[in-house]
Nanobody, 126 residues
């Protein structure tokens, strides 16, 4: 069983930055993929960034160029650096992990992920 706990959310003004962290515990395999998703009420969970087991990354067009996903295996953490935040980035952000390899497929599809954190709120004001 994998446990994920997000932190780092908060309120910022438009153009500001936040760094989200996800603490990972439990037993994980090196072929897992990891990702960040976000969700607002009434909308489907949206994948914003993913990192595959080979280190390759994928970003949603809506945030590409403004975010960086990174993984520190020694510290068992996943991070999401978000810059130039906009009001439309306001959402609850979740980290997630697969239960097996994706081989580069469906990295930003929430149906690919089985382990989820509880979420951290990000609010961007104009």
């Amino acid at each position: 069983q994998v446990q994920l706990v997000e932190s780092g959310g908060g309120s910022v003004q438009s153009g500001g930055s936040l760094r989200l962290s996800c603490a990972v515990s439990g037993y994980t395999y090196s072929d897992y993929a990891w990702a960040w998703f976000r969700q607002t009420p009434g909308k489907e969970r949206e994948g914003v960034a993913a990192i595959d087991s080979d280190g390759s990354t994928k970003y949603a067009d809506s945030m590409k160029g403004r975010i960086i996903i990174s993984q520190d295996n020694a510290k068992n953490t996943l991070a999401l650096q978000m810059n130039d935040l906009k009001p439309e980035d306001t959402a609850t952000y979740y980290c997630a992990s697969t239960g097996g390899p994706l081989y580069g497929r469906r990295l930003l599809d929430h149906r690919s992920y089985v382990y989820w954190g509880q979420g951290t709120q990000v609010t961007v004001s104009s």
